[in-house]
Protein backbone atom coordinates (compact mmCIF):
# COMPACT_ATOMS: atom_id res chain seq x y z
CA UNK A 1 0.00 0.00 0.00
CA UNK A 2 1.08 3.66 -1.20
CA UNK A 3 1.70 6.15 1.29
CA UNK A 4 -1.53 7.91 -0.78
CA UNK A 5 -3.55 5.21 0.27
CA UNK A 6 -2.49 4.96 3.26
CA UNK A 7 -3.46 8.86 3.89
CA UNK A 8 -6.97 8.40 1.94
CA UNK A 9 -7.18 5.68 4.63
CA UNK A 10 -6.78 7.52 7.81
CA UNK A 11 -8.89 10.94 6.38
CA UNK A 12 -11.49 8.15 5.82
CA UNK A 13 -11.86 7.00 8.95
CA UNK A 14 -11.61 10.52 10.23
CA UNK A 15 -14.20 11.49 7.94
CA UNK A 16 -16.39 8.55 9.38
CA UNK A 17 -15.42 10.06 12.79
CA UNK A 18 -16.96 13.37 11.57
CA UNK A 19 -20.47 11.66 10.95
CA UNK A 20 -20.80 9.88 13.85
CA UNK A 21 -19.50 12.53 16.55
CA UNK A 22 -21.16 14.95 14.48
CA UNK A 23 -24.50 12.88 14.74
CA UNK A 24 -24.41 12.72 18.34
CA UNK A 25 -23.56 16.27 18.97
CA UNK A 26 -26.88 17.97 16.77
CA UNK A 27 -29.34 14.62 16.88
CA UNK A 28 -28.86 12.93 19.52
CA UNK A 29 -28.00 15.51 22.31
CA UNK A 30 -29.29 18.96 20.97
CA UNK A 31 -32.17 17.79 18.84
CA UNK A 32 -32.68 15.19 21.57
CA UNK A 33 -33.03 17.60 24.84
CA UNK A 34 -33.60 21.21 23.87
CA UNK A 35 -37.50 22.52 22.44
CA UNK A 36 -36.73 25.67 20.57
CA UNK A 37 -39.87 27.03 21.32
CA UNK A 38 -39.59 26.16 25.12
CA UNK A 39 -37.28 27.85 26.97
CA UNK A 40 -38.41 26.29 30.69
CA UNK A 41 -39.06 22.55 29.18
CA UNK A 42 -35.31 22.95 27.47
CA UNK A 43 -33.80 24.40 30.70
CA UNK A 44 -35.57 20.85 32.56
CA UNK A 45 -33.91 18.76 29.89
CA UNK A 46 -30.73 19.73 30.09
CA UNK A 47 -30.49 20.04 33.96
CA UNK A 48 -31.89 16.27 33.92
CA UNK A 49 -29.49 15.21 31.59
CA UNK A 50 -26.65 17.66 32.07
CA UNK A 51 -23.71 15.51 31.67
CA UNK A 52 -25.35 13.98 28.47
CA UNK A 53 -25.25 17.81 27.20
CA UNK A 54 -21.95 18.00 27.78
CA UNK A 55 -20.88 14.94 26.06
CA UNK A 56 -22.43 16.80 22.66
CA UNK A 57 -20.04 19.68 23.51
CA UNK A 58 -17.23 17.16 23.61
CA UNK A 59 -18.25 15.49 20.63
CA UNK A 60 -18.73 18.86 19.02
CA UNK A 61 -15.16 18.88 20.12
CA UNK A 62 -14.24 16.09 18.92
CA UNK A 63 -15.57 16.29 15.49
CA UNK A 64 -13.83 19.47 14.97
CA UNK A 65 -10.39 18.06 15.78
CA UNK A 66 -11.03 15.01 13.29
CA UNK A 67 -12.39 17.88 10.48
CA UNK A 68 -9.14 19.56 11.02
CA UNK A 69 -6.94 16.06 10.23
CA UNK A 70 -9.49 15.26 7.16
CA UNK A 71 -9.03 18.93 5.35
CA UNK A 72 -4.60 18.73 5.98
CA UNK A 73 -4.93 15.16 4.22
CA UNK A 74 -7.68 16.17 1.37
CA UNK A 75 -5.04 18.92 -0.09
CA UNK A 76 -2.13 16.41 0.33
CA UNK A 77 -3.86 14.02 -1.55
CA UNK A 78 -5.15 16.64 -4.15
CA UNK A 79 -2.49 19.42 -4.37
CA UNK A 80 -0.71 17.81 -7.21
CA UNK A 81 -4.20 17.44 -9.58
CA UNK A 82 -4.47 21.80 -9.10
CA UNK A 83 -2.40 23.52 -5.94
CA UNK A 84 -5.55 26.63 -6.46
CA UNK A 85 -8.34 24.66 -6.47
CA UNK A 86 -7.21 22.22 -3.51
CA UNK A 87 -5.68 25.13 -1.77
CA UNK A 88 -9.48 26.97 -2.34
CA UNK A 89 -11.05 24.07 -1.14
CA UNK A 90 -9.05 23.91 2.30
CA UNK A 91 -9.20 27.12 3.23
CA UNK A 92 -13.22 26.88 3.04
CA UNK A 93 -13.09 23.85 5.31
CA UNK A 94 -10.73 25.53 7.57
CA UNK A 95 -12.86 28.51 7.62
CA UNK A 96 -15.83 26.27 8.37
CA UNK A 97 -13.99 24.65 11.14
CA UNK A 98 -12.82 28.16 12.67
CA UNK A 99 -16.09 29.61 12.54
CA UNK A 100 -17.99 26.12 14.21
CA UNK A 101 -15.02 26.13 16.63
CA UNK A 102 -15.86 29.81 18.02
CA UNK A 103 -19.57 29.04 17.75
CA UNK A 104 -19.15 25.76 20.08
CA UNK A 105 -18.66 27.70 23.12
CA UNK A 106 -22.34 28.83 22.76
CA UNK A 107 -23.76 25.35 23.75
CA UNK A 108 -21.64 24.97 26.45
CA UNK A 109 -22.46 28.68 27.80
CA UNK A 110 -26.07 27.33 28.58
CA UNK A 111 -25.02 25.65 31.16
CA UNK A 112 -23.67 28.88 32.94
CA UNK A 113 -26.98 30.19 32.67
CA UNK A 114 -28.50 26.85 34.31
CA UNK A 115 -26.21 27.19 37.17
CA UNK A 116 -27.04 28.30 40.03
CA UNK A 117 -24.42 30.85 40.70
CA UNK A 118 -24.18 33.65 43.11
CA UNK A 119 -23.44 36.42 40.24
CA UNK A 120 -26.81 35.40 38.29
CA UNK A 121 -29.16 35.74 41.21
CA UNK A 122 -30.13 39.03 39.30
CA UNK A 123 -32.21 37.00 36.65
CA UNK A 124 -35.31 35.57 37.44
CA UNK A 125 -35.41 31.36 36.88
CA UNK A 126 -37.29 32.32 33.70
CA UNK A 127 -34.75 34.94 32.34
CA UNK A 128 -32.23 32.52 32.90
CA UNK A 129 -34.04 29.64 30.85
CA UNK A 130 -34.59 32.00 27.96
CA UNK A 131 -30.87 33.40 28.06
CA UNK A 132 -29.80 29.37 28.09
CA UNK A 133 -31.91 28.71 25.06
CA UNK A 134 -30.67 32.19 23.19
CA UNK A 135 -27.76 30.67 23.52
CA UNK A 136 -28.22 27.82 21.80
CA UNK A 137 -30.35 29.48 19.07
CA UNK A 138 -26.59 31.36 18.45
CA UNK A 139 -24.92 27.90 18.39
CA UNK A 140 -27.26 27.14 15.43
CA UNK A 141 -26.86 30.38 13.47
CA UNK A 142 -22.99 29.99 13.91
CA UNK A 143 -23.69 26.31 12.93
CA UNK A 144 -25.47 27.56 9.65
CA UNK A 145 -22.63 30.51 8.96
CA UNK A 146 -20.26 27.35 9.09
CA UNK A 147 -22.16 24.96 6.89
CA UNK A 148 -22.30 27.55 4.24
CA UNK A 149 -18.34 27.41 4.12
CA UNK A 150 -18.44 24.00 4.06
CA UNK A 151 -20.75 23.42 1.53
CA UNK A 152 -18.85 25.41 -0.92
CA UNK A 153 -15.52 23.80 -0.06
CA UNK A 154 -17.61 20.43 -0.44
CA UNK A 155 -18.85 22.06 -4.44
CA UNK A 156 -15.16 22.64 -5.28
CA UNK A 157 -13.93 19.29 -3.44
CA UNK A 158 -16.79 17.08 -6.01
CA UNK A 159 -15.14 19.14 -9.29
CA UNK A 160 -11.59 18.03 -8.46
CA UNK A 161 -12.94 14.60 -7.83
CA UNK A 162 -15.36 14.84 -11.10
CA UNK A 163 -12.73 16.63 -12.94
CA UNK A 164 -9.64 14.31 -12.25
CA UNK A 165 -9.61 11.73 -9.44
CA UNK A 166 -9.94 8.04 -10.33
CA UNK A 167 -13.17 7.78 -8.07
CA UNK A 168 -16.58 6.66 -9.61
CA UNK A 169 -18.23 10.21 -10.94
CA UNK A 170 -21.39 9.19 -8.44
CA UNK A 171 -19.40 9.89 -5.62
CA UNK A 172 -18.21 13.21 -7.17
CA UNK A 173 -22.05 14.20 -7.84
CA UNK A 174 -23.08 12.91 -4.41
CA UNK A 175 -20.64 15.60 -2.72
CA UNK A 176 -21.71 18.14 -5.14
CA UNK A 177 -25.39 17.85 -4.22
CA UNK A 178 -24.02 17.74 -0.89
CA UNK A 179 -22.40 21.06 -0.62
CA UNK A 180 -25.68 22.84 -2.91
CA UNK A 181 -27.56 21.27 -0.14
CA UNK A 182 -25.42 22.94 2.82
CA UNK A 183 -25.45 26.16 0.71
CA UNK A 184 -29.08 26.36 0.28
CA UNK A 185 -29.88 24.98 4.03
CA UNK A 186 -28.09 27.91 5.09
CA UNK A 187 -29.23 30.56 2.79
CA UNK A 188 -32.50 29.47 3.48
CA UNK A 189 -32.24 29.97 7.32
CA UNK A 190 -31.18 33.29 6.96
CA UNK A 191 -33.58 34.52 4.37
CA UNK A 192 -36.40 32.56 4.84
CA UNK A 193 -36.55 31.52 9.02
CA UNK A 194 -40.27 30.24 8.56
CA UNK A 195 -39.27 28.16 5.45
CA UNK A 196 -36.33 26.46 6.60
CA UNK A 197 -38.63 24.34 9.33
CA UNK A 198 -40.22 23.02 6.12
CA UNK A 199 -37.04 21.72 4.22
CA UNK A 200 -34.73 20.92 7.51
CA UNK A 201 -33.85 18.26 8.27
CA UNK A 202 -35.08 16.68 4.61
CA UNK A 203 -32.40 18.72 2.70
CA UNK A 204 -29.17 17.27 4.48
CA UNK A 205 -29.96 14.05 3.95
CA UNK A 206 -28.24 13.98 0.46
CA UNK A 207 -24.98 15.79 2.51
CA UNK A 208 -25.18 12.83 4.76
CA UNK A 209 -25.47 10.20 2.39
CA UNK A 210 -22.68 11.66 0.46
CA UNK A 211 -20.04 11.93 3.09
CA UNK A 212 -20.75 8.58 4.97
CA UNK A 213 -20.18 7.20 0.94
CA UNK A 214 -17.28 9.40 1.00
CA UNK A 215 -15.68 8.06 4.21
CA UNK A 216 -16.61 4.26 3.40
CA UNK A 217 -15.03 4.52 -0.13
CA UNK A 218 -11.55 5.95 1.22
CA UNK A 219 -11.63 3.65 4.18
CA UNK A 220 -12.14 0.80 1.47
CA UNK A 221 -10.58 1.99 -1.62
CA UNK A 222 -8.28 4.32 -0.70
CA UNK A 223 -6.58 6.24 -3.60
Given amino acids: MDLKSKQARIAGL ?41 FGFVSELLMLVCDIGVAAILYLLLRDISRILSLLSTFFRLASIIILSVVALTHYTALFFLQDSEY ?22 GYNISLFFFGIHL ?27 YV ?40
Fill in 14 to 54: LYLLIVVFGLIAQVFVRDGLVDYNNASVTSGNINASELLYR
Fill in 120 to 141: LTVFNSDQLDALALLSIKIHGA
Fill in 155 to 181: IILAYLIIKFVPFPRTIGILLFIAGLS
Fill in 184 to 223: VNSFTAFMFPVFVTVIYPAILIPSFIAELTFSVWLIWKGI
